[in-house]
């Protein structure tokens, strides 16, 4: 049976058949610059993933708009929490670097999210996800930032309830997620809200970059 | 590479009593050398939130533990020995310091020594006499201190190397900044209330707490409660104490080993064999709750006074293999062996466990019991004394004289001092307080001879209250004399006045 031919992106955008036996021929006669062809061919493949991933500017942005949720929370647990414990216990440059290193986490948490939004948007067909992927992942993030502060609330049950007892939860949350993907594919509205959303929290996620980035220094400082 | 398994390190316990009459490493010298002078091995073993309220040494009726009895045979005991702190952070610091609290500033639950006092510890005073100093610790609490002292300790363990699971990190990732990141650590972890961070703690606590629970499910056999276990860590007093043995066979001579264990500390993890020794149905009279109390229900208390009491035992049976070994190997001739415990326990008046401000005799009296090398009788002390004095004691021992910072005494009967009949000891709790100001929130008690005042500065609802007791006519702390007995009373607060300068101070 014949094996499909791959379909292979040009840089240019341009796609072209390319036999799959071309691999066997270049082996078999020592043709290197026939290898050479090939693996070019075969890096362009890499290209089509990498062509899935939103504009540098569309993943700035959601970047940024995620990070907001994350920061906020950290920043509210910090005064809300720490903050009063730290300041009756440590000088003011011990406090300034526990704050420094919960700043840099949520830094670090911030990317830890972002990179399956990249993936999906990888993976998932381009009218899915890419083609609408800030009022998606920016959608999902904050939906999914509700439900991981009511999962908090509730330490107990991820503490002593085991796999099972919580799968009903996580099927509720995959369903709501799904359910606001269909939510903004459908209504224009909702994606503009949230893209227009996005655009106005980018100042104020711009600050939590830096204060961030900030945060990160301070904690190399600390330990050189 | 294969990993030395609980089976093989046993084995390599059985051959070394054997191994130590002929090696010069492991067998000790009678006592070692320092220029002319002989220096004794020193070691410390506390048991964190051991009352010396639950031991049969002191008059408890339950028999807790039977080790400590046989070990107490050979020692001296210490009937009204203090903590200076009712939780670990503070009395751990004045043991190491010999300070109290009004002087470290240790006084918040994580908090830390003053900068001045990271020269001022046990182990750098005897590390200037050629002491080798191991330190390890169960518990965070004491691990932010430790690590302030680090320069000063040849070898500090972290706590994960005795742990079965231990996820935090700070210990040895930011090793040169650990107090701010332990502290962020806690808020990550969320040890109290939510974490700061909003999506990757779900996952880290539904995974710790999965291993958690499988580790508890392959040892259920052995600990029906679960293993040992403090916030995330899980552990075993049994690998502490292997470890322990191991070390005292191995390190250089003199050596100064500083070892705080967890058990008797809750959550009562009991092994199997200590689970349900105290089912007697027992019930303590009753006392009546107190203001300052959380108001745990009677109920609760008798359950929780029984776990803890199996918690001892299993602490106790660990002690006795430790005390076999030490016996077998001639290190008691050679060495102070110290025990004692950093606070105690309260399981009356509403109140459960240590975290309060009511500095009743549960909480603030602990076990002290000191085995001088070489002896063989027990020797009793009921003077006060408190855990500022292990640091002079142990000074003097090692032949350096009492710093002038110092505020303990050499505790009678291990040196050469006699007994101070008229002493006052202290113990502060000052956790709603500023380290570095007026201690305006706390309580401070006072022990004098027959007496113990206790004054309670700051709370609201109970704010500028004395209450007084005869621990004579009255050791259960039932009735307050404040008022009838104003002559004695008014003795004790100008005592208690004359810390105020301290209690007060900005630092």
Redo the contacts between chains.
Sequence with gaps: MRVPLPRFVEPGGLVQDRPRAEWATANTHHDYSAVLEAVKNASSTLAVPLRRLPSAREALYTYLACLV??VA??VF??LD??LP???????AW??V??????QA??LV?ST??FIPLLFLSMVLPLRWFRDKFVALATGIVYL??AW??F???N?DA???W??RP?LPWVGTYCASVLVLSALIHRSSGVEALINSFVHRVILLASTYLLIALAAVVI?LV??L | MQTLTRRDLLKLLAVLPSVSLHGPTTRQRPLAQQGDRQLPNILILVFDAFSAHHVPLYGYRRPTTPNLVRFADRATVFHSHYSAGSFTTSGTASLLTGTYPWSHRAV?????VLDEFRDRSIFKLLGDEGYYRLAYTHNMLASSFLNQFRSAIDNFTPTKDLCLQDPYVSQWM?E??F???I???G??R?R???????????PY??WV??LK?RLNAQNGDLFPRGLPTLEDRVFLLEDAVDWTMLKLGAMPRPFLAYLHFLPPHDPYHARKDCVGRFADGWVPAPKPTHPLSDRVSEEDLINYRREYDEHIAYADAEFGRLFDFMEANGILDTTYVIVTSDHGELFERGIWEHVTPCLFEPLIRIPLIISKPGQRVQRNVYTPTSCVDILPTLLQVAGIPRPEWCEGEVLPSVGDHPAEADRAVYCVDAKG????GPLTKRTVSLIRDRYKLIHYLGYPDYDDVYEMYDLNDDPEELRNIYSSRRGIASDLKALLNEKSVQLNRQV
Aim: charged share 20%; net charge positive.
């Design positions: 949720p994350i929370w950290s647990r910090v929490n720490g414990t730290w300041s009756r216990q440590m000088r011990d406090v670097g526990v704050i420094a290193y919960v986490f949520a948490e830890v999210v999914s930032a991981f502060v999962a908090q609330l330490d991820l503490r002593w085991g796999f919580l904690v600390r330990n | 918040n639950l994580q908090s830390t930011f040169k900044d107090t701010p990141a502290h962020a650590e808020l990550l969320a109290g209330e939510t974490s700061s961070s909003l999506f990757l703690y779900v606590r539904f707490s999965h629970r307080s500023s380290r570095f």
